[in-house]
C-alpha cells in the first residue's frame, strides 16, 4: 500500500488499548490519527478526522460497541470498520457484520495479522467519488544537476499553496546534508526532521503540528536536521512512515530533494504523485536529465510521474531550444520560468517568496500557473468573478 491508511483507535480498556496501539505501531502503512478511550463521542470524531477505518474494540460495554459500529456505518460510509475483541463467537461476530462491518479482528493480534485484515478490507473499499477529483497531493523538485533552481521552485511553489485557506501545505527539507529551505524562508527553529523521525510513534496529528515551523504565507515547514551527524542517522523506515504521515495530514506535500540523489530522495519519488525535474537549458544539464530519466525507467511507473519544468528560460542567447530539448529528453516541457535572476535573489535574502518582491512578474505568473495545475482539490465555481492579483489561482 503506497499511501498512509488514516486510523481512529476505539478502546475503553486500558491493557487492550495499549496492546493494540504497540500492534498498529508495527504496522508502517497506518497512520494513528486518534485513540478514543471511550464510546461515547467516537462516532463524533470519526465524522470530523474522516479516517479512512475505524477500529473499534468490543470487550467494554457491548451494546455500546454495536450502537458505535451502527453510529459510524449510517453516518460516515466511506469509513471502512474493522470490530476487534476476544469473542469470538459465531453468533456474535454474526452480529457484528449485520451492525455494519465485514471484517472481525480476533485478539490478541499481531502486526501481521491486522496488515492482512487491513488489506483484505481497503481492497474491498469503494473509491470516494471525491478523490477521483482530487489532484496532485505530495510533489518532490528534483533536478540532474546543483543550481538550477529546485529548491526556489519548491518555497515559491509551497508558498503559493499555502495561500489558498484550504490548501494547508507543508514544505520537507529533504536535503539532508546542505538544505536551505529555512535560509530562504528566513526561519530559525530547532524543530527538525531529525526530532519529527526520532518521535514518529508518539505523534498524532495536533502533536505533529504543534511539532512543526509556520512561515508568514500559512506554510508549515520541516527543516532539515541541524547537524550533518543526526542526517546520517536518519532511519529510513521511520522517515517513511512520516512521510506518510504527513500526506495522511496535509493536502499538499511539497518536498525538495538533495542534489546528490540520496536514497532519501528515491523514497520520496516511490511515494510522489508527481515528480517535478528541473532543467536549464544547456548542453551539461540536458545531458544529466536524460541519464537521471534513463535511471527513472527502471523503476515501474516513476517516468509517468515526471515534469519537466524549464528554470531561468531566456537567460542566454546560446541556450539551446525547446524543441531540441524535448527530442533529447524524449518528453514535453510542462512549465518554463523565465529567467528572474534578480527578483529571486531579492526574495531569497528577505526570506519571502518572489510574490512579495516581483507580484505580477512573469516568473511570477509562471509559478502560479504551475500552482493552479498542481493544487489538491478543484477551485468551485462562484457567481461573482473575484479581482485581483491572485483571483485565478484561488
Given amino acids: ?47 470530523e478526522l474522516k479516517p479512512d477505518m475505524a477500529i473499534v474494540v468490543m470487550d467494554s460495554g457491548t451494546e ?10 449510517q453516518a460516515a460510509p466511506e469509513v471502512v470498520i474493522l470490530p476487534a475483541g476476544k469473542v469470538q463467537d459465531t453468533t456474535f461476530i454474526l ?14 493480534a499481531g502486526p501481521d495479522e491486522l496488515r492482512e485484515s487491513v488489506q483484505r478490507l481497503m481492497v474491498q473499499r469503494v473509491e470516494k467519488p471525491e478523490d477521483v477529483k482530487r489532484g496532485p497531493q505530495l510533489i518532490s523538485v528534483t533536478g540532474a544537476a546543483g543550481g538550477v533552481g ?22 520537507v527539507d529533504l536535503d539532508l546534508m546542505f538544505g536551505s529551505v529555512d535560509a530562504c524562508l528566513d526561519l530559525v527553529t530547532e524543530n527538525t526532521l531529525q526530532g519529527v523521525v526520532q518521535n514518529v ?23 532539515h536536521p541541524t547537524s550533518m551527524e543526526a542526517s546520517a542517522q536518519i532511519d529510513p523506515d521511520a522517515l517513511r512512515r512520516v512521510l506518510m504521515m504527513l500526506k495522511a495530514t496535509f493536502p499538499s506535500v511539497i518536498i525538495d530533494t538533495s542534489k546528490g540523489l540520496q536514497a532519501s530522495d528515491f523514497l520520496a519519488f516511490e511515494l510522489s504523485d508527481v515528480i517535478l525535474l528541473v532543467i536549464q537549458l544547456d548542453l551539461t544539464c540536458l545531458r544529466n536529465t536524460a541519464r537521471l530519466l534513463h535511471l527513472f525507467e527502471q523503476f515501474d511507473g516513476l517516468t509517468d510521474r515526471v515534469k519537466l519544468v524549464v528554470n531561468r528560460a531566456g537567460a ?20 518554463q520560468i523565465p529567467n528572474a535572476t534578480k527578483p ?43 479581482r485581483g492579483l491572485f483571483a485565478a489561482f484561488f
Fill in 316 to 335: 542566454h542567447d546560446s541556450e539551446i531550444s525547446l524543441k531540441k530539448a524535448e527530442e533529447t529528453l524524449r518528453m514535453p516541457i510542462s512549465w
Fill in 1 to 47: 500500500m503506497k499511501d498512509a491508511i488514516k486510523v481512529i483507535l476505539v478502546d475503553p480498556l486500558d491493557e487492550s488499548r495499549l496492546a493494540l496501539l504497540r500492534v498498529i505501531s508495527g504496522v508502517s502503512e497506518l497512520w494513528l490519527a486518534e485513540v478514543c478511550g471511550s464510546y461515547q463521542g467516537a462516532a463524533k470524531r470519526v465524522a
Fill in 344 to 386: 529571486f535573489h531579492h526574495a531569497r535574502a528577505k526570506g519571502v517568496a518572489i510574490d512579495e518582491v516581483a507580484a505580477g512578474s512573469k516568473a511570477h505568473q509562471s509559478i502560479l500557473e504551475i500552482a493552479r495545475a498542481l493544487r489538491p482539490f478543484p477551485v468551485e465555481e462562484t457567481s461573482k468573478p473575484r
Fill in 201 to 223: 510513534d508518539r505523534l498524532d496529528q495536533t502533536l505533529l503540528k504543534r511539532s512543526l515551523s509556520r512561515h508568514a504565507s500559512n506554510l508549515y515547514v520541516l527543516p
Fill in 64 to 73: 455500546q460497541g454495536f450502537e458505535l459500529i451502527q453510529s459510524i456505518a
Fill in 95 to 108: 452480529r457484528v457484520m449485520r451492525a455494519g462491518a465485514r471484517e472481525f479482528l480476533a485478539l490478541p
Fill in 150 to 171: 529546485c529548491t526556489s521552485l519548491a518555497v515559491n511553489l509551497a508558498t503559493t499553496l499555502a495561500k489558498a485557506a484550504a490548501h494547508e501545505t507543508i514544505l
